[in-house]
Structures are given as C-alpha cells and as structure tokens.
C-alpha cells in the first residue's frame, strides 16, 4: 500500500491504521467533552439565574425547587407566572382582573379561579379575598344588589282557605291524547293543598281563571 510517496509493507499498515483510528477516537472524545462541557455550562447558567432571581425577590416563603426562571427573568410555576412581592404588583394585577369583570362576578372564589389560571403566588386566595373586602368598588356593586337592612317582618297568616296561593306551570311536558303540554300547579298557603290542572301552552288568562273558580 501506498501512503503519500511512501510504499508501507504489512506491519507498518497496520500501524498507519491503528494510529488513524487512535486519533479518530480522540477526536470524537474531544467533540464529546466539548458537548459536555457546554450542556454543563447551560445548566449552571440555568440554575445561578433561578438562584439570582430567588434572592432578589425572596421576600417570602415559597416553595424552592417548583419555581422556575423564564428567559425573561421572570419566574413561573406549572406555566403559571409567579407574582413578586414587589411594591404594588400583585394589587395592580388584582385591580384590573377585577375591573375586566366586576359587574357579573362579586365572589372571591370566581376570580380566585379566574386569576390562578395565568398566575401564582403564596396566600394568593387569601390575598384576593382581602382585597375584596377594601374595595370601594365592590362594596358599591353588592351594595346595589341588597335590600335594605329592616327589621323582621311576621308573614301574613291567611285566614281561610284559598284566599292565599302560589302557582307554577310545568312546561314542555310530551302531550296528552287531548293536546295538554303544561301542568298548571297551585298550592294553598293556608292549609297546602295542591291543585295539579292540565292546560295547553296557549291557553289565555280568562281560561285559566275559569278553570280556577271551577275547581
């Protein structure tokens, strides 16, 4: 065999071979250890970021190990971003959830789980309920929503027997050999007597009325 100008016999062919081989494998190594070497260097950045930013917001106990830092240096749990004790943040984000929705929700808990769906925080369905409680806002809102406050006021008691009723329909029943669709249900207050009349869906008041006085 032939290696540059140089005719090589047997033995020294299969030295020339073993070297190449010896050097191909360092190589590789060498590509290894490089790769190596750059995944560890991509933890330990990882792992003094996540610290860097535990110390500079670790104003309270959360749980370590379960948060973790985003490339915006921010810290997330489960996906969820992790709010700082931080001046008036967590207040901020509060108000305008609340602000987005306060007309249909008054309840802690709704915005509690509202909230917990994009963020995450310690005591965070305690903080929102206390922050419920200060809030001008809501206060007006439910305030809208309640009666007055009076004193207790004793029902008046019927004195004869259907003088007093309450009614309900039950509707979109299956209909009956006569067409009937709706039960018309009325209940004495007096003595709880119970009056169960068939009657169409479209059926004017004066019919019912009849059909009252009738039974």
Same mark, same amino acid.
């Given at each position: 065999?032939?290696?540059?100008?140089?005719?090589?016999?047997? !033995?020294?062919?299969?030295?020339?071979?073993?070297?190449?081989?010896?050097?191909?494998?360092?190589?590789?190594?060498?590509?290894?250890?490089?790769?190596?070497?750059?995944?560890?260097?991509?933890?330990?950045?990882?792992?003094?970021?996540?610290?860097?930013?535990?110390?500079?917001?670790?104003?309270?106990?959360?749980?370590?190990?379960?948060?973790?830092?985003?490339?915006?240096?921010?810290?997330?749990?489960?996906?969820?971003?992790?709010? !700082?004790?931080?001046?008036?943040?967590?207040?901020?984000?509060?108000?305008?959830?609340?602000?987005?929705?306060?007309?249909?929700?008054?309840?802690?808990?709704?915005?509690?789980?509202?909230?917990?769906?994009?963020?995450?925080?310690?005591?965070?369905?305690?903080?929102?309920?206390?922050?419920?409680?200060?809030?001008? /806002?809501?206060?007006?809102?439910?305030?809208?929503?309640?009666? !007055?406050?009076?004193?207790?006021?004793?029902?008046?008691?019927?004195?004869?027997?259907?003088?007093?009723?309450?009614?309900?329909?039950?509707?979109?029943?299956?209909?009956?050999?006569?067409?009937?669709? /709706?039960?018309?249900?009325?209940?004495?207050?007096?003595?709880?007597?119970?009056?169960?009349? !068939?009657?169409?869906?479209?059926?004017?008041?004066?019919?019912?009325?009849?059909?009252?006085?009738?039974?």
């Amino acid at each position: 065999a032939e290696v540059g100008e140089v005719q090589l016999t047997g !033995p020294e062919i299969v030295q020339e071979t073993t070297e190449k081989v010896i050097q191909i494998k360092h190589r590789i190594q060498a590509v290894r250890d490089q790769k190596k070497s750059y995944t560890d260097l991509k933890r330990t950045e990882a792992r003094e970021l996540k610290e860097q930013i535990c110390r500079r917001y670790d104003q309270e106990g959360y749980t370590k190990g379960k948060v973790e830092p985003r490339a915006d240096e921010t810290l997330c749990l489960n996906d969820r971003s992790w709010l !700082p004790c931080y001046d008036d943040l967590r207040i901020v984000i509060m108000q305008e959830s609340y602000k987005s929705k306060y007309s249909i929700r008054l309840d802690s808990d709704e915005m509690y789980q509202d909230m917990k769906k994009l963020y995450w925080w310690p005591n965070m369905k305690a903080d929102i309920a206390t922050y419920l409680r200060k809030c001008l /806002t809501c206060s007006k809102v439910k305030a809208e929503h309640q009666r !007055p406050l009076s004193l207790l006021v004793q029902p008046k008691i019927p004195q004869w027997k259907w003088d007093n009723i309450t009614m309900d329909f039950v509707m979109k029943l299956p209909k009956s050999s006569q067409g009937y669709e /709706t039960i018309w249900v009325i209940v004495d207050r007096l003595t709880k007597s119970r009056l169960f009349l !068939p009657m169409r869906e479209t059926d004017p008041t004066k019919k019912l009325a009849r059909m009252y006085l009738k039974k």
